[in-house]
């Protein structure tokens, strides 16, 4: 399935006291690599939206081998798990810069009708481009 790398330097915001990341940040993490991910297949986010669709996160699950530090450029490897028809599933691994595997992560989103806020299948486009 489709792949895609993105890198998050780690800001001193995101950590605790110990200059660890905070785990809550990950999920920022996961967007910015999603998203991303998307405009590699030449889909903007913000056009899907303009055109009624919603992408709403349906589940999350982490794990954390390794912690991430303040400074950390992280890199994120986003991958489609399966074709999506009314949900669209990801795996993802975050590295350090020196190759450690720090986490491992996927997430379920599901396509949403803005206006009727009921689940819908994925936009024919979006296949093809998948497809391609």
């Not at 939206?49 to 992280?74: C, H, I, Q, T």
């Not at 810069?97 to 206006?115: P, R």
Request: proline share 4%.
């Amino acid at each position: 399935m489709k792949s895609h790398n993105s890198f998050v330097k780690v800001r001193y915001a995101e950590t605790d006291q110990m200059g660890v990341v905070h785990h809550g940040n990950y999920a920022q993490y996961l967007e910015i690599a999603r998203i991303e991910w998307l405009e590699k297949l030449g889909i903007s986010y913000r056009t899907m939206e303009e055109n009624g669709m919603m992408l709403p996160v349906y589940s999350m699950e982490f794990r954390f081998l390794k912690p991430a530090f303040f400074g950390d450029e992280l890199e994120i490897i986003t991958r489609l798990k399966t074709l999506p028809n009314v949900k669209i599933e990801f795996d993802y691994e975050v590295f350090n810069k020196e190759g450690d595997l720090l986490t491992q992560a996927s997430t379920v989103l599901v396509f949403m009708d803005s206006k009727t806020r009921r689940p819908v299948r994925c936009p024919e486009y979006i296949l093809k481009k998948l497809k391609d």
